[in-house]
T-cell receptor
Framework: DSGVTQTPKHLITATGQRVTLRCSPR?????VYWYQQSLDQGLQFLIH???????AKGNILERFSAQQFPDLHSELNLSSLELGDSALYFC????????????FGPGTRLTVL | SQQGEEDPQALSIQEGENATMNCSYK?????LQWYRQNSGRGLVHLIL?????REKHSGRLRVTLDTSKKSSSLLITASRAADTASYFC???????????FGIGTKLQVIP
């Protein structure tokens, strides 16, 4: 158990819908990262937050947005969902802004029908 | 394209054999990390090697880093069926640069 929690575990929804994925980092970790992993693909970095502020952006679509709250949990919002958004979404946390070891959550499996 | 690229993409060995996976990257790095992922699960950090280090050990794992060739290798000795997983390298260029993961090597250890 990494200490990072993600909810929900599974999400099945329809095209055009909007969903929110939630992540709670390990106690004491200030950084949260979001990744997307499609079938047989590597991890695509989406976004990094440190202590409530956005620090780096990757291949995140405009339909996606994220934020990190004062209690350091983070939410990833996916809107106008398309079939191609079906994937595993992971969050990871680390102690500082300089990404050393990242601790990954169990992921949320999103299926868009 | 990915900063880190693992090779081979898939590897199948017998239990007890050694498994070697390679990672090549394009730009200079601050450190390189190896992670393991069991099917559909979150990644688990295995080992981190900094740019000024050449070799690191952790249990049955041995990682080397050659910054002149921009490559790293992960050796798993005396493999076990439980080592069956995907292995990813991740490169960190330091500062606010994002950590970049490769597409992974899928290792199957046959009992």
């Amino acid at each position: 158990d990494s200490g990072v929690t993600q909810t929900p575990k599974h999400l099945i929804t329809a095209t055009g819908q909007r969903v929110t994925l939630r992540c709670s980092p390990r106690s004491g970790d200030l950084s949260v990262y979001w990744y997307q992993q499609s079938l047989d693909q590597g991890l695509q970095f989406l976004i990094h937050y440190y202590n409530g502020e956005e620090r780096a952006k990757g291949n995140i679509l405009e339909r996606f947005s994220a934020q990190q709250f004062p209690d350091l949990h983070s939410e990833l919002n996916l809107s106008s969902l398309e079939l191609g958004d079906s994937a595993l979404y992971f969050c990871a946390s680390s102690v500082s802004w300089a990404a050393d070891t990242q601790y990954f959550g169990p992921g949320t499996r999103l299926t868009v029908l | 394209s990915q900063q880190g690229e693992e090779d081979p993409q898939a590897l199948s060995i017998q239990e007890g054999e050694n498994a070697t996976m390679n990672c090549s990257y394009k730009t200079s790095i601050n450190n390189l990390q190896w992670y393991r992922q069991n099917s559909g699960r979150g990644l688990v950090h295995l080992i981190l090697i900094r740019s000024n280090e050449r070799e690191k050990h952790s249990g049955r794992l041995r990682v080397t880093l050659d910054t002149s060739k921009k490559s790293s290798s992960l050796l798993i000795t005396a493999s076990r069926a439980a080592d069956t997983a995907s292995y990813f390298c991740a490169t960190d260029r330091g500062g606010y640069q994002k950590v970049t993961f490769g597409i992974g090597t899928k290792l199957q250890v046959i009992p």
